[in-house]
């Protein structure tokens, strides 16, 4: 009996190692999974400037990695997975300048370092905790500026490091889309001036901190950059008001804030501060180059569109460049007008380029182009009158777009009050109702054309520009019957227009809706359906591919994009094309479900569609079934699933209109534009 007890309690003993070592090993397989989970979850940050900005993005790969370690505490993947969260708090403090990220990061550090001597990592902590420690030290400064005076050796030192920095910036123009690189000169120039602020180079230090935040205000476009900007320069005018860098700080200084002062100097002394495109400036040669390392981009093309109230001005070059730009306000006193000029950098000018174009409309008077300096073209527009403009870029090939918005131009009854109401603000969304405006003119765009044949169909010979060309023609037919609106075409024939020439014809033509034209295409032939596309930021993998597909750019291009929108929605009508977009997907997949099988409803989404950039009216992109797909490709040329797409498009425009409760309809006739 004694004999069986012990066997069957060794055989326990087994079984419950067995089921120890099982467990161990089910541990560490589910800590190796969540730590490459955790790592598509960074890599997926690390590739897109536009999810960088979001806060619970760093949260969430953040506590992805420190899944790792509490899953495992003493497992072989915890000290990994402790470490990357360090990194990724490092960084997010980088973006946040909050000093509970930078703490958090510190003490994840501190937790490798004394938890985990012997890992690898641990090395690895050390010294990601000696770098965060180096970095940004503002509110240690200001300390140490309570209690003692820094050594002036000190300060020279890391003038010298910001100096250095600054000059590499400007050698390299790539490297000034990155903020950390901004602050790497602008955190030296601020520990200067921190470790003697009553030394020699205390007035330069402050200077180039608020030239550094001014110039990174350009690519971030972020109002609390150029607060730093002018909070240095007004310290600096008012701790050093001698200096030869307060007068500087006074011309960089906006008029309204009282620091600029009426300037009567001859025109070489004006193109020395703010500079001009017909003016050579003095000591030019000493200014530090901006070329990089590759051939410079040749601007050969200015070009325009414009009606009373809305001008757009496209500057085009031949390869992807930096650019930047300033509003210069009105200055009577040297008879120049208000304007804005823009910096082509590591550019030449094209030797066919029509230096100056007459614009001549209500808002702008030219637009005219120079070699400001050895490596940068600068476009100046000399502005008569506006109320707001938007500047950005687009790629493939590169041109900046300048838009610039007039005043609202209304009738007296319209923004008259009525006797005893009370002032109210309307809605965007109810503009259309309150004014009962309706949709008296439609913008119709067939995508692509000429040279761009859009995607090829499954069927061989079949291309979606001629699709497309096909079905708004056809639109612009019925719509004409059914609705009594003035419809106007992009294009009527088979020729090429450039995206950003789409969305101006819509604009100067003063159309109350946009209704651009396409067929979808994957690289899988299964794929199938219609789907309606607002401007927006991604929502998702498929709707970038799209975005991409039709602004014939890359992915990477699209989440560049992302990070200029916000501006750019203002103008976007966000709601009413939200409205009229579902609408119409509603009633096109409607249409074609009640005649045709295996219709798919994909619903409407959002993208950067460059074709939709600056639309000042409710605008879509309809992606009317996948000429990739062999049974849509078929039914893509049929006149009779044409024809059911276009009802179906009417048939969303219809409820549009009657949702926004027009007055009347006026009778329409058909217009062309480029045809």
């Not at 180059?289 to 051939?295: F, P």
Request: hydrophobic residues 35%; aromatic residues 8%; contains cysteine.
């Amino acid at each position: 009996m004694r004999h069986k007890s012990y066997i069957r309690y060794l055989f326990m003993v087994a079984a419950a190692l067995a089921i120890a070592s099982y467990g161990t090993s089910a541990l560490a397989a589910s800590a190796e999974s969540k730590y490459y989970a955790a790592e598509r979850c960074y890599r997926q940050l690390r590739n897109s400037p536009t999810l960088q900005k979001y806060r619970d993005r760093w949260l969430r790969c953040i506590n992805e990695f420190l899944a790792v370690h509490k899953i495992a505490p003493r497992g072989q993947w915890a000290s990994a997975g402790l470490y990357h969260a360090g990194v990724l708090y490092a960084e997010l403090y980088r973006h946040s300048y909050y000093q509970e990220d930078k703490k958090e990061a510190l003490d994840i550090f501190d937790r490798v370092i004394r938890g985990y001597p012997r890992s690898r990592y641990r090395g690895r902590a050390l010294q990601a905790k000696k770098d965060l420690m180096k970095g940004r030290r503002t509110s240690q400064a200001k300390t140490k500026r309570d209690t003692a005076k820094a050594s002036k050796a000190s300060a020279r030192s890391a003038y010298n490091r910001a100096k250095e920095n600054y000059r590499k910036l400007q050698k390299n123009p790539k490297l000034k889309i990155y903020r950390d690189q901004w602050m790497r000169s602008i955190d030296n120039y601020q520990g200067a001036y921190d470790q003697d602020p009553k030394g020699d180079l205390a007035a330069a230090s402050l200077y180039g901190v608020a030239r550094c935040y001014d110039e990174l205000h350009h690519y971030s476009r972020r109002d609390a950059d150029l607060d730093h900007a002018y909070t240095a320069y007004r310290t600096l005018i008012a701790k050093f008001p001698e200096s030869a860098f307060a007068d500087k700080a006074k011309t960089a200084l906006p008029v309204e804030t009282g620091y600029v002062q009426s300037m009567t100097s001859k025109d070489d002394e004006i193109a020395q501060v703010i500079g001009d495109a017909n003016i050579q400036s003095p000591g030019q040669n000493d200014r530090p180059s901006v070329a990089s390392s590759g051939e410079p981009a040749q601007v050969h093309g200015l070009r325009f569109w414009s009606n009373p109230r809305y001008t757009r001005v496209v500057i085009d070059a031949d390869k992807d460049t930096i650019f930047t730009y300033r509003e210069l306000r009105e200055d009577p006193a040297i008879g120049k007008p208000q304007r804005i000029y823009i910096d082509v950098h590591n550019s030449r000018l094209g030797k066919d380029l029509q230096k100056v174009v007459p614009i001549n409309d209500n808002l702008l008077s030219d637009a005219r182009a120079a070699q400001f300096s050895e490596d940068t073209v600068r476009v100046v527009v000399d502005i008569k009158s506006s109320k707001t403009f938007k500047i950005f870029s687009l790629k493939n090939p590169f041109r900046v777009v300048l838009d610039v918005w007039g005043k609202e131009q209304e009738s007296a009854d319209q923004t008259a009050p009525k006797k005893g109401s009370q002032a109210k603000k309307i809605q965007p969304s109810a503009i259309v109702k309150q004014l009962a405006l309706g949709v008296r003119r439609v913008v119709i765009d067939p995508g692509h054309g000429g040279k761009d044949y859009g995607a090829p169909g499954y069927i061989k010979g079949v291309h979606e520009k001629k699709v497309v060309l096909q079905i708004a023609k056809l639109l612009k037919k019925m719509l004409q019957e059914q609705v009594k609106c003035d419809v106007v075409m992009t294009r009527s024939s088979d020729r090429y227009l450039s995206l950003e020439e789409r969305t101006a014809i819509a604009n100067t033509q003063n159309a109350d809706l946009f209704i651009s034209i396409h067929t979808n295409a994957s690289t899988d032939h299964r794929a199938h359906g219609i789907e309606t596309y607002i401007l927006n930021l991604a929502t998702d993998d498929e709707a970038i591919r799209v975005a991409a597909m039709e602004n014939s750019t890359s992915t990477r291009n699209i989440s560049d994009l992302d990070s200029i929108l916000q501006d750019l929605m203002t103008n976007a009508k966000v709601n009413e094309s939200t409205r009229l977009g579902s609408y119409v997907q509603q009633a096109v997949s409607s249409r074609l479900k009640a005649h045709y099988k295996d219709i798919r409803n994909k619903g409407i989404k959002q993208a950067p569609f460059y074709v939709l950039l600056g639309a000042d009216m409710p605008s879509i992109l309809v992606e009317t079934s996948f000429i990739s797909n062999p049974q849509e490709c078929k039914r893509l040329v049929s006149k009779s699933y044409q024809k059911q797409i276009v009802q179906g498009i009417i048939d969303g425009i219809k409820r549009y209109i009657n949702d926004t409760n027009p007055t009347a309809l006026q009778p329409g006739r058909a217009i062309e534009v480029h045809g």
